[in-house]
């Protein structure tokens, strides 16, 4: 059973925005994880785009991003927002939520996380 599951990709026009949603699943919460996201763009390896450490709510963002995208959690839902704004082609990837039980962001990224999403499709062109 999936834990994490991502939803809001879609096709936007550069300079749009968008925001993705990770939602976690029944009974799984994720008020003690590391959460975060990262991205695939085709041809390309994963790499991490953004991290909430829920032990004390500190957000990092990579240097692609920073400034362009925030990451909030809302624990009434127990879901993790990518709020994109400005967004260009190069942002262009599939967009993977990951967590990892009681751990610290690794800078920007979730260090090996122990759950992922599957993943939700975010195409910036005109």
């Known amino acids: 059973q999936a834990r994490l599951v991502e939803s809001g990709g879609g096709l936007v026009q550069p300079g749009g925005s968008l925001r993705l949603s990770c939602a976690a699943a029944?009974?799984?919460?994720?008020?003690?994880?590391?959460i975060g996201w990262f991205r695939q763009a085709p041809g390309r390896k994963r790499e991490g785009v953004s991290c909430f450490a829920s032990t004390d709510g500190s957000t990092y963002y990579s240097d692609s991003v920073k400034g362009r995208f925030t990451i909030s959690r809302d624990n009434t839902d127990n879901t993790v927002y990518l709020q994109m704004n400005s967004l260009k082609p190069e942002d262009t990837a599939i967009y993977y939520c990951?967590?990892?039980?009681?751990?610290?962001?690794?800078?920007?990224?979730?260090?090996?996380?122990?759950?992922w999403g599957q993943g939700t499709q975010v195409t910036v062109a005109s």
């Open positions: 029944s009974g799984f919460t994720l008020d003690r994880e590391a």
């Open positions: 990951a967590a990892r039980d009681g751990s610290y962001c690794s800078g920007y990224v979730v260090p090996s996380p122990d759950y």
